[in-house]
């Protein structure tokens, strides 16, 4: 089932920022997720795409109202998708926490009741809404992923076991060894059980030295961030992926904290970066 809905559309910078929404095979509920489309789409050109995931209690809109990326990439001339961060409904299980259930998928295939029949943001986000996307609108086959605090972790984990997929990965202020942090640990063991093994296929400070080529990274993490560096140690991915013999480029940014202010001070150098690496 390849058909969307279309929601809402505005014209934003020549280009149309709009919502759509679908039956998801793999999350069996519907989803809804955002897309950019440029001004060269309208001119009959294909473009390529920028996949953006987002971190704990967001959905497929934050990014899209709070980081200003439209008009880097209207001049990029690069579609951006942005997916929900989880399955959403009533009959989908859900927690009161902030950090587990609804909004916080952690963009793996769930094994454990009550998450499995629902949670597989991994499959979703590798598989089914790529399909979904090059089905329905004009781009080329070309892709770049970035992502933001559980959407960084999300990003480097899923670009790093799908290398062959992704020009380019970039994250701001990612979780990156969420095996060892009270975020990932709470989550994983939730979806996934108790048996660590199955927690190191989703750790991007695993999945580095497994990567099948030597994707390009960029990591932006602000110093005044309230989660640094209990949550997030992006210093332990950048000595792993130097082990691993792959290209990082690492900014700490003094001052600026885990908001979207922080991201929409430095979104257009990632998306310069992914623009550079898709050979734009």
């Not at 020549?14 to 001119?43: A, D, I, K």
């Not at 329905?136 to 997929?165: C, P, Q, W, Y």
């Not at 580095?208 to 602000?222: E, F, M, N, S, T």
């Amino acid at each position: 089932n390849m058909s969307v809905q279309l929601v809402s559309s505005q014209k934003m910078f020549n280009g149309w920022q709009q919502r759509y929404r679908h039956q998801s095979e793999v999350n069996q509920c519907e989803m809804t997720f955002s897309v950019y489309v440029p001004f060269r789409v309208t001119q009959g050109h294909k473009v390529p795409v920028v996949y953006f995931l987002s971190g704990l209690t967001c959905s497929d809109e934050n990014f899209s109202t709070k980081a200003g990326a439209q008009q880097y990439a209207a001049q990029l001339g690069l579609m951006l998708v942005m997916p929900d961060t989880s399955p959403r409904g009533e009959q989908v299980a859900n927690d009161e926490a902030y950090d587990l259930g609804q909004g916080a998928g952690f963009y793996v295939n769930a094994t454990e009741a009550p998450w499995a029949a629902n949670y597989r943001m991994y499959d979703y986000i590798v598989e089914e809404l790529p399909a979904l996307i090059e089905a329905n609108f004009d781009v080329t086959r070309e892709r770049a992923i970035m992502g933001h605090s559980m959407g960084g972790h999300g990003a480097l984990m899923i670009a790093l076991k799908n290398s062959e997929r992704y020009s380019s990965v970039s994250a701001f202020a990612p979780i990156v060894n969420p095996m060892d942090v009270p975020w990932g640990q709470k989550a994983f063991n939730a979806y996934l059980g108790e048996d660590n093994k199955a927690w190191a296929q989703y750790d991007a400070c695993h999945c580095v030295y497994h990567a099948a080529k030597r994707i390009p990274v960029l990591i932006d993490q602000g110093g005044a961030d309230d989660f640094y560096p209990t949550q997030l140690q992006p210093e332990k991915f950048v000595t792993a992926a130097k082990v691993a013999g792959l290209p990082v480029r690492f900014n700490m940014r003094p001052e600026y904290d885990h908001s979207y202010y922080f991201i929409a001070s430095f979104v257009e150098s990632h998306l310069a970066f992914h623009a550079e690496h898709l050979g734009l």
